[in-house]
C-alpha cells in the first residue's frame, strides 16, 4: 500500500472496541465543534450503529471531552435503500431504533436527515439521490460553490465482499466523480433500489472509521490489507484514497491472519 496508510486497531471483544469507538468519535466531534461549532455525520447500517451506541451510550468519566453534545450533530446517511423510513430494512430506522430513541433528554436530541418518503416507491432512485443531494447541498452550500461537501465523520461498514456504502465491486459507480450522492436500481444485495455517498464524497471527509466484526470478516480482510488481488475493492479504494484519514475498528476475530501492522489503541 503507496502513500499514508490507513490505521488498523484490533481489540479482544466488540465491548473493548465499543469503548475505543467512542473515545475517536468524541474527539472528532470536539474538533469539528470547535471548528464551526456543528458535527456533520454520515452513517451507514448494518452491524455499525448497535456499536455505536453501545459506546455513546455508555456513561463516560463526566468531563466535556467525554460527553457526546448530541444536539449540535446533523446525521446523514452514507447511504440507503428505497423503502418506507419505518421499514426493516431502513438504515434510518436502524439507526432509531439503536441510537436516537435511547438517546437520554438531558443529551439532547440530532438533527437527523432521511430520504425523502415520498420517492421510495419510484421505479428509479434518481430522484431520491438527486433529492439527497439537494439536503446535502443545503448543509453544505450549493454544489456549484463547493466542489464536494466535506463532512467531519463517515462511519463505515465493511461487506463480505469488499463493499461500503452502496459501492459494491466492480461496479461503475466506483468511477462516479461529479454527484455527491448517486442511485443505485439494481444492487446484488437486497433489497434492489438504494442511493450512496459517492466514492470522492467518502474519501473527501476529514474523518472516515470502518467497523467490521467477526470471523465472517478476515478473508476480505485480508484480501483488502494484504492482497494486490483486493486493492479494486470498494473499501480498498477507500484506504487508498483517503489513506491515514481511515480507521479501522475491528474485533481480533475479524483480523486473524492479517499481516498489515495492527495497532491496540488509539
Same mark, same amino acid.
Given at each position: ?48 450503529? $448497535? ?65 425523502? $418518503? ?60 461529479? $454527484? ?25 471527509? #476529514? ?28 473499501? $480498498? ?20 491472519? #492479517? ?8
Amino acid at each position: 500500500m503507496t502513500g499514508p496508510s490507513p490505521n488498523l486497531y484490533s481489540y479482544p471483544n466488540t465491548g473493548a472496541l465499543a469503548q475505543q469507538l467512542r473515545a475517536y468519535v468524541l474527539r472528532c466531534q470536539n474538533s469539528a465543534l470547535e471548528r464551526h461549532d456543528t458535527f456533520r455525520v454520515a452513517i451507514s447500517g448494518g452491524s455499525l450503529p $448497535a456499536v455505536l451506541a453501545e459506546g455513546l451510550l455508555a456513561l463516560g468519566n463526566g468531563s466535556p471531552e467525554d460527553t457526546p453534545q448530541f444536539s449540535k450533530w446533523d446525521i446523514f446517511f452514507a447511504d440507503e435503500r428505497a423503502v418506507p423510513l419505518d421499514h426493516e430494512d431502513s438504515n434510518y430506522r436502524l439507526l432509531q431504533d439503536e441510537l436516537i430513541n435511547k438517546i437520554p433528554a438531558e443529551q439532547g436530541a440530532p438533527k437527523v436527515h432521511p430520504i425523502d $418518503a415520498d420517492h421510495v416507491n419510484d421505479d428509479d432512485p434518481q430522484e431520491l439521490a438527486d433529492l439527497y443531494q439537494e439536503e446535502l447541498m443545503r448543509s453544505f452550500a450549493a454544489k456549484d460553490s463547493v466542489k464536494l461537501p466535506v463532512f467531519d465523520l463517515i462511519l463505515l461498514g465493511c461487506g463480505p465482499d469488499g463493499h461500503t456504502c452502496s459501492l459494491f465491486p466492480g461496479h461503475e459507480l466506483l468511477r462516479e466523480k461529479d $454527484a455527491w450522492v448517486a442511485a443505485e436500481a439494481n444492487s446484488p444485495k437486497l433489497p434492489p433500489k438504494r442511493i450512496t455517498l459517492t466514492l470522492p464524497v467518502v474519501t473527501h471527509a #476529514v474523518h472516515i472509521a470502518f467497523v467490521a466484526t467477526g470471523a465472517g470478516k478476515k478473508e476480505i480482510l485480508k484480501q483488502i490489507f494484504d492482497a494486490e488481488e483486493g486493492r479494486d475493492l470498494p473499501s $480498498a479504494l477507500v484506504n487508498q484514497g483517503a489513506g491515514d484519514k481511515v480507521s479501522w475498528f475491528t474485533d481480533h476475530a475479524a483480523i486473524e491472519g #492479517v499481516s498489515f501492522p495492527k495497532r491496540g489503541s488509539l
